[in-house]
């Protein structure tokens, strides 16, 4: 009985592991078929003793169980990104994401040591940035509820809901002593990938832009509303990404490009140890890895040398809005100005289970051109600013952040310090 236990379960994790995931266990590190055997064995006794000992046997979901299960142990990773989605969670997607979507406006991730979810960046004029939510804050109770006793989706699934309903928040601020409350109407979010503006300042012409998010267009219209500005006159760029939780890679990479006539950009370190590189040469964004070199992308346009760049960061600059601070920086193409960045230089990639589940785990690290992984770590400023960027009022209705040409705030004291180095000297 117990061989046949044995063989059962070392039959459900070579198949777990071979078919489901579809991947060759060949990384460093990892244990071996008997280990994962050995680990795996208590969790088949616990559903086998509830399977045949539990008094209300009838009642129990397996489904339900197994969700928990996985989400249990992926808690128990020391890494906040990686998430499983179940396969109810996916079908509330498909339906909510089929009509009209409202939500906060804000990138989250998974505190396993409070549990809680963590503030990744509330993107640049969202509900939750108008709130004054902020990147680091933690969710502890939504309506009432304690994220504790949620699943990370099922936290996420709570914070959804229809536009013009409100959420009530209790929320956690390293720093402060008691709980802060946020009431939080829901909108359908829009998000705008670039804004333009410009800053006239005794003569000089400073062309601004903000990135929200890097999103399908990103790339393409950045480089338009560049075009733009130094069609204007403009002699300098600030270029901000605060509040930017990245998004599409290959649009933060093509992005760092159009700064960028040589150099690396970012190196994509795996699980296995081996390295992809993307290298910018003239008019052409390289991939280089173990197997060759092949051109991922085609430039068309390249912002001249001549024109100063100033990065504005802070700490909800995450992900692929680090990749390009990174280029940037470690390149000498831009001085950044800000907060240390978040820290967010991990890749997830959705491995689909048998269940019908995504398991999105973490299988990757950025690497930035001066050989720094700067996950957890973040990147520092050139020159820090230690107020607190300024937030227009909702209640002023003067933030249209739907628009794509805004008007510049020269008070911002992020703007103010960029200005500053700018101008210096001239």
């Not at 504790?148 to 928040?169: E, N, Q, Y």
């Not at 940037?328 to 800000?338: I, M, P, S, Y």
């Amino acid at each position: 009985m117990k061989k046949d236990r044995k063989n059962f379960i070392k039959f459900l994790v070579v198949a777990l592991i071979s078919m489901a995931l579809g991947w060759t266990l060949s990384a460093a590190g990892k244990v071996s078929e008997d280990k994962l055997i050995k680990y795996i064995t208590p969790i088949y006794e616990s559903l086998n003793a509830i399977n045949n000992y539990y008094y209300e046997k009838d009642k129990v979901d397996y489904e339900k169980l197994v969700n928990r299960a996985i989400d249990g142990m992926l808690n128990g990773l020391p890494d906040k990104f990686t998430h499983y989605v179940s396969p109810e969670m996916l079908e509330d997607e498909e339906i909510e994401m089929s009509g009209e979507y409202g939500g906060l406006g804000m990138e989250v991730a998974w505190d396993g040591e409070m549990k809680a979810v963590e503030i990744v960046a509330p993107m640049y004029g969202t509900p939750a940035w108008r709130a004054g939510l902020k990147s680091g804050d933690r969710i502890v109770e939504i309506d009432g509820k304690a994220v504790s006793d949620m699943t990370f989706m099922g936290a996420v699934k709570m914070l959804r809901g229809k536009p013009g309903t409100k959420v009530v928040l209790k929320v956690y601020r390293k720093g402060v002593k008691d709980l802060l409350t946020f009431e939080v109407t829901r909108e359908k979010i829009t998000i705008v990938a670039v804004r333009e503006g410009m800053i006239d300042q005794g003569g000089a012409k400073i062309g601004y832009v903000k990135i929200t998010k890097f999103m399908d267009k990103t790339y393409s219209e950045l480089r338009d509303v560049v075009k733009d500005l130094l069609d204007k006159g403009v002699q300098a760029l600030i270029i901000d990404l605060r509040d930017n939780p990245g998004g599409y890679l290959n649009q933060a990479i093509d992005t760092a490009g159009l700064f960028l006539n040589k150099g690396v950009i970012v190196s994509v370190r795996d699980y296995a140890g081996e390295e992809e590189v993307y290298k910018v040469s003239e008019n052409e964004i390289v991939k280089v890895n173990k197997y060759g070199s092949r051109i991922v992308f085609r430039k068309d346009f390249t912002v001249p040398k001549n024109i100063d760049v100033v990065v504005l960061a802070n700490r909800g600059s995450a992900s692929g809005s680090e990749i390009l601070i990174g280029a940037l920086k470690d390149n000498k193409r831009a001085v950044v100005v800000g907060q240390k960045t978040f820290g967010k230089g991990s890749v997830q990639s959705g491995l689909t289970l048998s269940n019908g589940g995504i398991l999105y785990l973490t299988t990757a690290h950025y690497i930035t051109p001066s050989g720094k992984d700067i996950h957890g770590r973040g990147i520092e400023p050139d020159v820090k600013v230690t107020e607190e960027e300024k937030r227009e009022s909702e209640e002023k209705e003067v933030l249209e952040y739907t628009k794509n040409t805004i008007k510049v705030d020269v008070s911002d004291p992020y703007i103010k310090k960029a200005m500053e180095v700018l101008l210096k000297g001239k």
